[in-house]
T-cell receptor, first 115, second 108 residues
Framework: GAVVSQHPSWVICKSGTSVKIECRSLDFQATTMFWYRQFPKQSLMLMATSNEGSKATYEQGVEKDKFLINHASLTLSTLTVTSAHPEDSSFYIC???????????FGPGTRLTVL | GIQVEQSPPDLILQEGANSTLRCNFSDSVNNLQWFHQNPWGQLINLFYIPSGTKQNGRLSATTVATERYSLLYISSSQTTDSGVYFCAVGAAGNKLTFGGGTRVLVKP
């Protein structure tokens, strides 16, 4: 299956700062990547769909100005949490589908803690 | 949007036992995947199974698309099978909707 990496694996930041999370496709070109958020003991919720070379599509209730997504190349998508607050603390996971298959593969996730 | 329900929410097994996890979904789908989330949060792909039956070692899965459900079978469970099992479905555009998960604990 596809290999997806995320960086950093965990981050602790102060309230009001911005945090950038990178998602890389290591073995094929991903025209579409997905960003999910998972709160403790809950399921994954799709935040947005990231399309290479175009604007991301956000799910209802997700603030696009707070969660900035950039998909500048076929192997890299970034999620920036701007002016982070403690309620943004969560596990952020990226997924990708591509290479001629509908199967979606996921990165190892980034645990964000906002103090 | 599509609703996905998994049952049971929690499952405690004795090592060596067999179990069945269920995933019901509310609409037609063209993608259904089963994942195992390990204690570190990594989602491990188990099956891509929008219809039919597949087997991989001690795990097997069956999806009956016309009746909108899928089953994941774990046979001869081991402690390493512990974790959360998610079913996720997709209709158009590769977007996946996840079920609430089944938290499995296998005791030695």
């Amino acid at each position: 299956g596809a290999v997806v990496s995320q960086h950093p694996s965990w981050v602790i930041c102060k309230s009001g700062t911005s945090v950038k999370i990178e998602c890389r496709s290591l073995d094929f070109q991903a025209t579409t990547m997905f960003w999910y958020r998972q709160f403790p003991k809950q399921s994954l919720m799709l935040m947005a769909t990231s399309n290479e070379g175009s604007k991301a599509t956000y799910e209802q209730g997700v603030e696009k100005d707070k969660f900035l997504i950039n998909h500048a190349s076929l192997t890299l998508s970034t999620l920036t949490v701007t002016s982070a607050h403690p309620e943004d603390s969560s596990f952020y996971i990226c997924g990708q589908a591509g290479g001629g298959t509908d199967t979606q593969y996921f990165g190892p996730g980034t645990r964000l803690t906002v103090l | 949007g599509i609703q996905v329900e998994q049952s049971p929410p929690d499952l405690i097994l004795q090592e060596g036992a067999n179990s069945t996890l269920r995933c019901n979904f509310s609409d037609s789908v063209n993608n259904l995947q089963w994942f195992h989330q390990n204690p570190w949060g990594q989602l491990i792909n188990l099956f891509y199974i929008p219809s039919g039956t597949k087997q991989n070692g001690r795990l097997s899965a069956t999806t009956v698309a016309t009746e909108r459900y899928s089953l994941l079978y774990i046979s001869s469970s081991q402690t390493t099978d512990s974790g959360v099992y998610f079913c996720a479905v997709g209709a158009a555009g590769n977007k996946l909707t996840f079920g609430g998960g089944t938290r499995v604990l296998v005791k030695p």
